[in-house]
């Protein structure tokens, strides 16, 4: 089990920031292989979703009340460090997420812009395709809802 931080922006720590920064580029850009602008704009904006196991962190998300980046709630930049990935900290790091969307903005439905190959993953923590598949950063993704 992940112990979980839920920070807004102003609240993190420089390491943290440094942190979630480093496994944001460690996991989208070089895993990924994908060249794209993480540094959005957005984190100001967004409540920090950090799981850590013995004091590192190798999970994260970041949340946004209804109306900020979609109408409904929404996760995103869902990152699990790779050598964690078999302990299914995807689930607590989703788990807490989906908690910390109730907890501060009183919201339960919830919008994804998900990859393709997770769709499963999503599914098994309630999520729902709905569209059609489309192209992000040249990664086929699909919208998710959870009501």
């Known amino acids: 089990m992940l112990e979980i931080k839920v920070k807004t922006f102003s609240e993190l720590t420089n390491q943290e920031l440094y942190d979630l920064l480093q496994l944001r580029a460690e996991v989208f850009v070089v ?21 850590f196991k013995n004091d590192k962190l190798i999970g994260y998300t970041r949340i946004f009340n209804a109306g900020y980046y979609f109408d409904e709630a929404s996760i995103g930049r869902v990152v699990i460090s790779k050598n964690e ?3 299914k900290y995807g689930y ?5 997420s989906i908690e910390a969307i109730k907890d501060n903005y009183n919201e339960v439905l919830i919008k994804i812009s998900a990859q393709c190959y997770l769709k499963k993953f999503y599914n098994n923590n309630g999520f729902k395709a709905v569209g059609e598949e489309y192209l992000e950063d040249n990664i086929p993704h699909i919208a998710m809802i959870k009501e």
């Open 31 to 51: 895993e990924q292989d994908c060249v794209y602008q993480d540094l959005d704009g957005k984190d100001d904006k967004a409540l920090h979703v950090l799981g």
């Open 85 to 87: 990935r078999q302990y």
């Open 92 to 96: 607590d790091i989703m788990k807490a």
